[in-house]
Structures are given as C-alpha cells and as structure tokens.
C-alpha cells in the first residue's frame, strides 16, 4: 500500500514538473545574436546583456567564437520591448531595441566599427573636458545614475543642466532640438500639471523654450543613446537652429514621431521564420 501510495506520488511530481516544464517554454522567447565588425569579422567573447526597461537585466551571455550568442527571455506574457546591449573591450557600447512575444525568436544583428591596431594621438585639454561633461551624456550615464527617470526632460535636466543655462556667457540654454538629425520646430505645448512638473529641479537661472521639454517630454530614457548640446558659440553645423540647440540620437531599432513619442519598430521572428509585425 505504502510503496503504491509512493509511486502515486512520484507520477504526479513527474506530471507537474512536465506541465511547470510546458508552460515556461509557452510563454519564454528566444533572442539569437550576431555580433561583427563593419568588415565582417565575428566580434568574439563580447558581453551581451538583455534589459527590459532602463535597467532590468533579464539575461547575459557572450558571444562565441562565430560572434553568435543566444539569450533566453524566460517569462514573456505579451509583446514586450527589449534591448541587448553589447560590450566588448576595443568596441562602442552597442545597442539594439526590439519587441517579442511569447514563443517568439528574435534575430537580433549588431555591427559595431572596426577595430583598429593604432589609435591616433589624442589631445586633451581641461576646456574640451569640461565642456564634455557638461554638454553630452550617452546610454551609460542614464543607465549608471541613481536616479529615478521618467522621460528624457528628466535626463537632461538631473544629469545636465548646463544644457538649460549655458556655460560661459551665453544667455539662454537649450532653445532648439534634433532628434536623429530632424530639426523639431512646432511641437505641442506643454500645459498643466505636465508644465508645471517640468520646472521641477531646473535652476533657477535657466533660460530655455518649450520646444525641448515637450519633446524630450516624449522620450523614453532608455530609448536614449546619446544627446549633445551646442551652445552659442558652437557654429561646427552652420545650419538655422543649430545653435542653442539640444541634439538627441536614439538606440537603433527606435524611432520618434513628433506629438507621439519615442518607440520601438523592430520586428520580431516567429518559430516558423516568419516576420512577425509590431
């Protein structure tokens, strides 16, 4: 009796480990990564890092000797964003924003600028660096600050406010800005509690225009690769609205439409090769 009563037991552990086995692979997705130069050599041994939002690590792994790499995504309970960030020494920081869905495959391709043996000489005074750390920020100081953002207004006004008072007698900071090389001109004005909200930590001495707020208002922290600010003096684009100006680059596979915001376009691929549209 006691030994039927075991193997009893022991069936139904097996059932329920095989339904537990069943349901996790219903609802995980798979991400395959290939990683190579722009010459097309596979990049070997990088770190691969799959996040959700800005900074939730859902899995790592690293790239073998063909630059492939396989990341698994274990509870997906809708289409979700992802990003896979790739490190390697030698390389950029390399991004790429995605959406899956359950049961999904995603192939993910990054190419990275090749690796040079020699580096020019590089000169280094204390304005440049200073003017550096005032006026460009990329991905890894979003994602290595202690603060909690919302929007990108948020990046920019916690982690440079120099963007919005200028440094070395200019008047006014951000008055202008780019996304992905588009000049934003007319967006949607800010209004109540949004307009109110965005003066929350900004120096009192700033001097910028609605233009920037509304649209970095829009922006997804995590969807930010980098933003660099050019002040009064700087005239390197010779182009209207270069100057005071708040120039934004978003990771690849997102994309930003005025009055919408910033979001994701890339697409997924399904078990049976298919693309699958977002």
């Known amino acids: 009796m006691g ?19 069943t349901a996790q692979s219903a609802t ?16 070997q041994r990088a770190e691969l890092t799959l996040v959700h939002g800005l900074r939730d690590v859902v899995a790592r792994g690293t790239t073998d000797d063909e630059g492939q790499g396989t990341l698994i995504v274990p509870d997906v309970k809708d289409s979700t964003d992802y990003q896979v960030v790739m490190r390697h020494i030698g390389y950029p920081r390399t991004d790429r924003f995605f959406s899956v869905g359950p049961r999904d495959t995603a192939k993910i391709e990054l190419i990275v600028a090749h690796q040079t043996a020699t580096l020019a000489p590089v000169r280094v ?34 982690l ?19 996304v992905n090389g588009k000049r934003i001109r007319l967006p949607l004005l800010p209004t109540g509690m949004a307009r109110a909200t965005a003066r929350v930590g900004v120096p009192a001495r700033a001097r910028f225009t609605y233009v920037p707020v509304s649209v970095l208002s829009e922006i997804e922290p995590e ?42 376009v890339e697409t997924a691929v399904d078990n049976a090769g298919k693309s699958v549209p977002r």
């Open 3 to 21: 030994r039927s009563i075991s193997y009893s037991l022991g069936a139904l552990a097996l059932v329920a480990s095989a339904l537990t086995a």
């Open 28 to 43: 995980r997705a798979v991400v395959r990564v290939s990683a190579r130069d722009s010459s097309g050599v596979p990049v």
């Open 125 to 158: 005074t204390a304005e440049a660096d200073v003017l550096r750390k005032s006026y460009y920020l990329d991905a890894d100081d979003i994602a290595n600050s202690d603060w909690h953002f919302v929007t990108g207004w948020d990046v920019l006004k916690r």
């Open 160 to 178: 440079r406010p120099d963007m919005l008072t200028s440094r070395g007698g200019c008047e006014t900071g951000a008055q202008e800005i780019w």
């Open 223 to 264: 969807h930010i690769e980098s933003i660099t600010y050019h002040d009064c003096f700087d005239h390197t684009m010779a182009a209207v609205g270069s100057v005071n100006a708040v120039f934004v680059v978003l990771k690849p596979g997102v994309v930003y439409r005025e009055n919408v915001g910033s979001f994701v």
